[in-house]
């Protein structure tokens, strides 16, 4: 199993020390003395203080070229490292550069050392493939951490591992997006994954948390994660981390910023490569993610938008659709029928197509009115669906629904809130329901409220197409109330 390792520092060699301690009583498997970020600290200091724990200690002393704070070169370098070794501490962090001198001389010490490389200024493949060889070769355990751009370069990185000619090696991407390399160390069989002891102790960005990283240690956790961009702040990390640690199950759930359209499929199936289990899909790649699947459940077919996808077990992705599940259970929490009643809905992206499957199933009489009604044609062709399609000017000459359905992003937290459907309309209705779920009260179900009309919040949605997505990718119970607390909670 991977061993999860803490980078301690501090102002002094005792606070280094207590800040060890907290670490190995919140199950950190090693700690990593950082010795260029103690000052004064040197083998002497560090055989005082840390004598008890040597046997789970990393000592490291990172140079300036290296990311780390060392001034030390030559000769007093190699005198540091020297006695460093001496100490019987778990392991010694050498640089393959830096260190060649100590590295050379290693002899039977070689076990106990970690050699390692900081990719800072860029890497390819080979580059990649060639360093970390050589780490595994000179060193106990070869390690290599690398700068990267996004998430699809931490799948990148991780992909280009092929061939070090060691399973005992650590390699992790430093950068944004870089979380998921933490995430996968043990699915792809790394010996040693460094992460923070809490949020405030974050320094490389794409740590994860020691509870986080903890969360993933055994080699089949489930990683799963929102592909999406820009993301901004989610909801659903929250909301299936906390299922997860319901269900005492292994597994995490990221943030996967992916920025260009036509990442989307390579980065699915590399990270399924490489462990992830699956994705949910947001703005603006449901219709993207319908085209880069392999397989298709009915109604993800009939929508032609995936929010959902299980990397199945030979590789191959399977694309649902759960914002439909999600829409018609949150109707049907508001006790609200829609069988054979007049039901608009405003807008034709994604969120809408849900709407239209999940309405057609209920029995409803729909129709759809788009800022752009070439989209709400197209919507319509492309479905293969028989219902109106009218512009948004249009609705001040319309009879009243019983149902109106806000699929656009109008009154989102941050966004425009310009009201899109006449009053006269809000006040017919029998109920509003608003797919934006924060704020939870929009100002279309504000709107509605002093009317009588039933108001459906778009939370109610956003937790039941999150706790169908789960089972999918778990095949467990989802939940429900857990979660539903864990999204009231994020939003209040
Ligand atoms: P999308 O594919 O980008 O489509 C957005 C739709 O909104 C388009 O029809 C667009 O019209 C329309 N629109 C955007 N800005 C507008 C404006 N200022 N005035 C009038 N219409 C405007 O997005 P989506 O995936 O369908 O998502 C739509 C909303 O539903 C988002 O707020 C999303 O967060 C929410 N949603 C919620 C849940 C949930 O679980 N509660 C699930 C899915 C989606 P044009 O065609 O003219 O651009």
């Keep these: 199993m991977t061993r999860t390792c803490v980078p301690v520092s501090g102002k002094d060699i005792a606070s280094a020390r207590r800040m060890a301690n907290s670490a190995i009583s919140s199950g950190a498997d090693l700690v990593e003395i950082r010795a260029d970020l103690i000052p004064g600290a040197d083998a002497d200091s560090i055989k005082k203080s840390f004598s008890d724990i040597l046997g789970v200690s990393i000592i490291t002393l990172r140079s300036r070229a290296e990311g780390g704070k060392s001034e030390l070169a030559g000769a007093d370098r190699e005198r540091w490292n020297r006695s460093a070794l001496s100490l019987g501490a778990a392991f010694i962090d050498l640089e393959l550069e830096t260190d060649v001198a100590v590295i050379r001389s290693l002899g039977d010490k070689k076990g106990c050392s970690i050699v390692s490389k900081h990719l800072v200024d860029g890497w390819n493949p080979g580059l990649l493939s060639k360093t970390l060889s050589e780490c595994c070769r000179l060193g106990g355990v070869g390690k290599v951490a690398a700068k990267v751009a996004d998430v699809s370069d931490g799948v990148r990185l991780l992909g280009s591992r092929g061939g070090s000619g060691s399973t005992r090696f650590s390699l992790m991407g430093m950068g944004p997006g870089a979380e998921l390399t933490r995430a996968l160390a043990s699915s ?124 199945q077990n030979d590789g191959s992705l399977k694309g649902f659709n759960t914002d439909i599940f999600g829409f018609s259970e949150a109707l049907r929490t508001a006790d609200y029928d829609p ?154």
């Excluded at 492309?382 to 000017?393: D, H, I, Y």
């Excluded at 359905?405 to 989102?412: H, I, L, R």
């Design 339 to 492: 069988r054979n009643k007049r039901a608009l809905i405003i807008g034709a992206g994604g969120a809408s197509r849900a709407a239209v499957i999940a309405l057609w199933k209920m029995g409803a009489k729909i129709e759809i009115s788009n800022r752009s009604p070439e989209r709400a044609e197209e919507l319509v062709r492309s479905m293969r669906v028989f219902l109106k399609t009218l512009p948004l000017e249009a609705l001040d000459n319309e009879k009243p629904y019983s149902l109106i359905v806000n699929a656009t992003p109008v009154g989102m937290r941050g966004f425009e809130s310009s009201p899109i459907v006449p009053e006269r309309l809000i006040a017919g209705a029998d109920a509003v329901m608003d797919m934006v779920y924060n704020p939870i009260e929009t100002p279309l179900l504000s709107a509605a409220k002093p009317h009588g009309v039933k108001t459906i919040h778009g939370l109610d949605m956003l937790l039941h197409q999150g706790a169908k997505a789960f089972e999918i990718w778990t095949g467990a119970k989802a939940p429900v109330e857990v979660m539903r607390k864990e999204l009231m909670g994020a939003i209040v």
């Design 188 to 311: 792809i069989g790394a010996e040693l994954v460094f992460c923070a002891l809490d949020e405030d102790s974050i320094v490389a960005p794409g740590q994860l948390t020691l509870d986080s990283q903890k969360r993933v240690q055994p080699r089949n956790s489930t990683v799963v994660g929102l592909i999406g961009h820009p993301l901004g702040h989610t909801l659903s990390p929250g909301m299936h981390n906390a299922a997860f640690k319901e269900l005492g199950m292994p597994g995490i759930y990221l943030p996967f910023d992916v920025p260009k359209d036509s990442m989307v499929g390579e980065f699915m199936r590399g990270a399924g490569k490489l462990g992830v289990r699956g994705f949910n899909i947001t703005i603006p790649y449901k219709e993207t993610a319908f085209a880069a699947v392999d397989q298709l459940d009915d109604e993800a077919r009939r929508a032609k938008a995936v929010n959902t996808v299980l990397v």
